[in-house]
């Protein structure tokens, strides 16, 4: 009797399981498909809207992709795959933003059966950028979801999403949901992912674009103040003095964005000259050394970058700028040696004529009439300067009016045996010129 009961207990227990296992969906039992029927159903609709959708015929593959998200769920990757293309599709014949969240919906659910959360949170922030338009909640959650995977798994970007967190970065900050230090951390974050790879190799044709656009939407995103830049490459600039890459990208935003007067550009354009050496670097530093009035340092640059410099045209204009610092520390004879050093190299540099010029006016050579003869010499080179070169004119002409008062009279010409204007004289002291008498005009 108790083998009876048994045995009927058993067969029981057998039948219910078996109309149960006949019954189950795969989001009941764990499994791809379920079982029994259900199991035939989610092949038979697997099969069906995977047909429709390779017709591109997404209204009729829906029907039968619902069942198969819902009931199905862990049987492919590609109901997931397929479901955020149809999805996508009708959100952009629609403009339907709830067609967006379904997106997301797929993705997470993705995200639930396969793992890969942070590959998934990526293409979530890929969608809420392709597609959430200047949407500031949309912008800021595709900002809060990739920059939780720079956090979390940096292993995970590539160029393109290095590239989108610079973009959106810049997009949250114009929206006004994103303040500026956090797109300049964006900007780090992204380029130290690209260079890093760079690094490895050298001639990645998408790294290097990747930096490329990194580059130009930080530099146009407005959060690239002087201030910020500071901030963001000041530790960098002097903990690593020699590294030039890193230098040129500093002196390139700084100059771009007009902080060329910064502490931090006239530090990193020193420490750009000591590691390379050359003959613009030391001639920009020149010049920011006189914007600072730091006239010694700027004579020491001016005067390497010459010695640096093989152009000679390029090597004339130097010596004449050298030249202005000469003359403004009144080494009047210094000046004009320099500036007729500069002539020599290029005779179509009018300015070394003009400082010639300026170097003579007032020179003190001996007795009044004698100084006053040296103002001959000087209009001498002021006309040759202006003749050299014609956008010197209304200056030449200006200096020409003031210096030719200071001729000699006729009478203080004359009490030296001097009456005929344009004859030959020799002006003596250190000028010592050939030019011609002339007389101040009453």
Same mark, same amino acid.
């Given at each position: 009797?108790?083998?009876?009961?048994?045995?009927?207990?058993?067969?029981?227990?057998?039948?219910?399981?078996?109309?149960?296992?006949?019954?189950?969906?795969?989001?009941?039992?764990?499994?791809?498909?379920?079982?029994?029927?259900?199991?035939?159903?989610?092949?038979?609709?697997?099969?069906?809207?995977?047909?429709?959708?390779?017709?591109?015929?997404?209204?009729?593959?829906?029907?039968?992709?619902?069942?198969?998200?819902?009931?199905?769920?862990?049987?492919?990757?590609?109901?997931?795959?397929?479901?955020?293309?149809?999805?996508?599709?009708?959100?952009?014949?629609?403009?339907?933003?709830?067609?967006?969240?379904?997106?997301?919906?797929?993705?997470?659910?993705?995200?639930?059966?396969?793992?890969?959360?942070?590959?998934?949170?990526?293409?979530?922030?890929?969608?809420?950028?392709?597609?959430?338009?200047?949407?500031?909640?949309?912008?800021?959650?595709?900002?809060?979801?990739?920059?939780?995977?720079?956090?979390?798994?940096?292993?995970?970007?590539?160029?393109?999403?290095?590239?989108?967190?610079?973009?959106?970065?810049?997009?949250?900050?114009?929206?006004?949901?994103?303040?500026?230090?956090?797109?300049?951390?964006?900007?780090?974050?992204?380029?130290?992912?690209?260079?890093?790879?760079?690094?490895?190799?050298?001639?990645?044709?998408?790294?290097?674009?990747?930096?490329?656009?990194?580059?130009?939407?930080?530099?146009?995103?407005?959060?690239?103040?002087?201030?910020?830049?500071?901030?963001?490459?000041?530790?960098?600039?002097?903990?690593?003095?020699?590294?030039?890459?890193?230098?040129?990208?500093?002196?390139?935003?700084?100059?771009?964005?007009?902080?060329?007067? /910064?502490? @931090? +550009?006239?530090?990193?354009?020193?420490?750009?000259? $000591? #590691?390379?050496?050359?003959?613009?670097? !030391?001639? =920009?530093?020149?010049?920011?050394?006189?914007?600072?009035?730091?006239?010694?340092?700027?004579?020491?640059?001016?005067?390497?970058?010459?010695?640096?410099?093989?152009?000679?045209?390029?090597?004339?204009?130097?010596?004449?700028?050298?030249?202005?610092?000469?003359?403004?520390?009144?080494?009047?004879?210094?000046?004009?040696?320099?500036?007729?050093?500069?002539?020599?190299?290029?005779?179509?540099?009018?300015?070394?004529?003009?400082?010639?010029?300026?170097?003579?006016?007032?020179?003190?050579?001996?007795?009044?009439?004698?100084?006053?003869?040296?103002?001959?010499?000087?209009?001498?080179?002021?006309?040759?300067?202006?003749?050299?070169?014609?956008?010197?004119?209304?200056?030449?002409?200006?200096?020409?009016?003031?210096? /030719?008062? @200071? +001729?000699?009279?006729?009478?203080?010409?004359?009490? $030296? #045996?001097?009456?005929?204007?344009?004859? !030959?004289? =020799?002006?003596?002291?250190?000028?010592?010129?050939?030019?011609?008498?002339?007389?101040?005009?009453?």
């Amino acid at each position: 009797m108790k083998r009876t009961l048994s045995t009927i207990l058993t067969g029981t227990l057998l039948t219910v399981l078996s109309i149960s296992l006949q019954g189950q969906k795969g989001v009941e039992t764990g499994t791809p498909f379920g079982s029994g029927e259900d199991s035939t159903r989610c092949l038979r609709n697997t099969s069906l809207y995977s047909t429709y959708y390779e017709n591109k015929d997404y209204n009729m593959a829906l029907q039968f992709w619902r069942p198969v998200f819902f009931e199905c769920p862990g049987s492919s990757k590609n109901t997931y795959i397929k479901g955020e293309a149809m999805f996508k599709e009708f959100f952009r014949k629609s403009g339907n933003k709830a067609y967006i969240d379904t997106v997301l919906m797929i993705i997470d659910q993705r995200t639930k059966y396969f793992n890969e959360a942070p590959a998934n949170s990526l293409r979530k922030a890929f969608a809420l950028y392709e597609f959430g338009g200047n949407d500031p909640d949309y912008a800021k959650q595709c900002y809060d979801l990739i920059k939780g995977v720079m956090e979390t798994s940096p292993q995970s970007f590539d160029y393109t999403y290095s590239s989108l967190y610079m973009a959106i970065s810049a997009k949250c900050f114009a929206l006004k949901v994103l303040e500026a230090p956090a797109v300049i951390t964006a900007y780090s974050q992204s380029m130290k992912v690209v260079d890093s790879q760079l690094t490895r190799k050298p001639d990645d044709a998408r790294y290097q674009e990747a930096r490329k656009n990194i580059d130009a939407v930080f530099r146009s995103s407005g959060a690239a103040s002087c201030s910020n830049i500071e901030e963001l490459f000041t530790a960098g600039v002097d903990q690593n003095p020699s590294d030039t890459a890193m230098l040129r990208k500093v002196l390139s935003l700084l100059s771009e964005s007009g902080c060329k007067e /910064s502490e @931090l +550009y006239f530090k990193a354009a020193t420490n750009l000259y $000591r #590691s390379e050496p050359s003959a613009s670097s !030391a001639a =920009q530093l020149a010049e920011m050394n006189v914007a600072r009035k730091q006239y010694n340092e700027a004579e020491k640059y001016y005067t390497e970058a010459i010695e640096l410099e093989t152009n000679l045209v390029v090597k004339s204009g130097l010596l004449t700028k050298l030249v202005t610092l000469e003359l403004a520390s009144d080494s009047k004879q210094a000046a004009r040696d320099f500036a007729r050093a500069a002539y020599s190299l290029d005779p179509t540099n009018g300015n070394a004529l003009y400082i010639i010029a300026e170097s003579y006016a007032g020179a003190r050579i001996g007795e009044q009439f004698e100084n006053q003869t040296v103002y001959w010499v000087v209009v001498d080179y002021l006309i040759r300067a202006k003749n050299t070169d014609p956008t010197l004119k209304d200056q030449v002409d200006e200096r020409i009016a003031i210096y /030719s008062r @200071l +001729y000699p009279t006729k009478e203080e010409a004359f009490f $030296r #045996s001097l009456v005929d204007e344009g004859a !030959a004289y =020799q002006v003596g002291g250190w000028v010592n010129e050939s030019t011609t008498i002339r007389f101040k005009k009453e």
